[in-house]
């Protein structure tokens, strides 16, 4: 067995008439995010990391944005499909969602929750602003950076 990590990266703008999900949460928040299934980019993120740590190419390879069987899915259910490619298992993992708004603190406990039940593993959320600064400042989207340690077979 060997321990690897991955980094993962995702950025969704926001968008009129949609909901707003972060790590299987809905929130209740004036826009959602754009894209073609969910627009989880918590999720996003934690899945990239977890392809990463295990060899197995990115986010877009395995769920590309112009395959209508990911149109609308939720991206729970994209991470259970990368978790059933992975030849092992996750140990932890740690995510940071960069946004103005909304804040995540009063849904940070459920988030982690929800994902550490579909990974079997610890999952650490947290939250900061890009205080002000850039397009994340200007509250037209959210990113987040997540890094995941994976135990291979």
Same mark, same amino acid.
């Given at each position: ?18 909901? /707003? ?5 809905? %929130? ?13 980019? !918590?999720?996003?993120? %934690? %899945? ?27 991206? $729970? ?5 990368? /978790?059933?490619? $992975? ?16 804040? %995540? ?8 929750? !929800?994902?550490?039940?579909? $990974? ?34």
């Amino acid at each position: 067995m060997s321990a690897r990590v991955g980094i993962g990266y995702d950025v969704h703008p926001f968008a009129d008439r949609r909901r /707003l999900v972060l790590g299987g949460v809905e %929130i209740p928040h004036e826009r959602g995010l754009a894209g073609h299934s969910d627009a989880d980019v !918590l999720t996003h993120a %934690i %899945i990239d990391a977890i392809l990463g740590a295990g060899g197995l190419g990115d986010l877009g390879t395995w769920f590309p944005p112009d395959e209508e069987q990911w149109r609308d899915a939720q991206s $729970l259910d994209m991470l259970a499909v990368a /978790l059933g490619n $992975l030849s092992g298992h996750v140990l932890n993992v740690d995510a940071t969602l960069v946004c103005e708004a909304p804040r %995540i603190g009063p849904h940070r406990a459920e988030m982690e929750r !929800l994902l550490a039940q579909a $990974l079997s593993a610890n999952v650490n959320v947290k939250a900061t602003t890009n205080e002000g600064l850039g397009w994340i400042g200007r509250g037209e989207g959210i990113a987040c950076v997540a890094v995941a340690m994976v135990e291979l077979d």
